[in-house]
Structures are given as C-alpha cells and as structure tokens.
C-alpha cells in the first residue's frame, strides 16, 4: 500500500532549474525521512539530498551542494527536489525513498536529462 510517485523530470539545457515532486501514500508521511537518489548512466545510485521528518534537518552530496535543496510539505505528503544551475553531470534517474521499520520502498524513477 506504500507508494511513492515521482515526477517532474525532463530536459533541460545546462544552467536550467527543474523541480522534482515525489508524493507518498499509505504512510504518516510526516514521521519518516525522506531521501532522493538518483542513478548516474554508468554509475551506481547514490544519495542526493535528505530531510527529516519536520523538515528541520537536511542532508546533501557534495556534489549537488549549494545547487539543490530538498524540501517537504507534510500537508501535502510530499517531499521535493528543487534542482538549479543543472549540469549535463547531474543526468540521472532520480528516485525518491523512505524507510520505515523492515522495510524501504522506492519510487518509479523520473529521468533528468541535462544537454543543449
């Protein structure tokens, strides 16, 4: 009954902006971390950015520091990327995750594309 749905990607030319959504079901969303991945051509998944549960705390890879921020509105059970200065580097699937006790879930992916 977990779900997380993203969505948002796209194409967008190096230097553009793009905002990605990821919205949850079938948990108490306000409880739980949020994290996005994203998945590099070539490359293993690894962690973007992450929020706690109250939005207070967040987390990101040096590589997307200062460029990305992770944000959440719990009314709205969802939990976003925002993504500026986008670099044909950050070209990836990127996935939205929770976890909560013995189990993770993931979402479907949304792919970013970043070229001219």
């Known amino acids: 009954q977990v779900q997380l749905v993203e969505s948002g990607g796209g194409l967008v030319q190096p230097g553009g902006s793009l905002r990605l959504s990821c919205v949850a079901s079938?948990?108490?969303?306000?409880?739980?971390?949020m994290t996005w991945y994203r998945q590099c051509p070539g490359k293993q998944r690894e962690l973007v950015a992450g929020i706690s549960g109250g939005g207070r705390n967040t987390n990101y890879a040096d590589s997307v520091m200062g460029r990305f921020t992770i944000s959440r509105d719990n009314a709205k059970n969802t939990v976003y990327l925002q993504m500026n200065s986008l670099k044909p580097e950050d070209t990836a699937v990127y996935y939205c995750?929770?976890?909560?006790?013995?189990?993770?879930?993931w979402g479907q992916g949304t792919q970013v594309t970043v070229s001219s």
């Open positions: 079938g948990i108490i969303f306000r409880f739980y971390t």
């Open positions: 995750h929770v976890n909560v006790p013995h189990q993770e879930y």
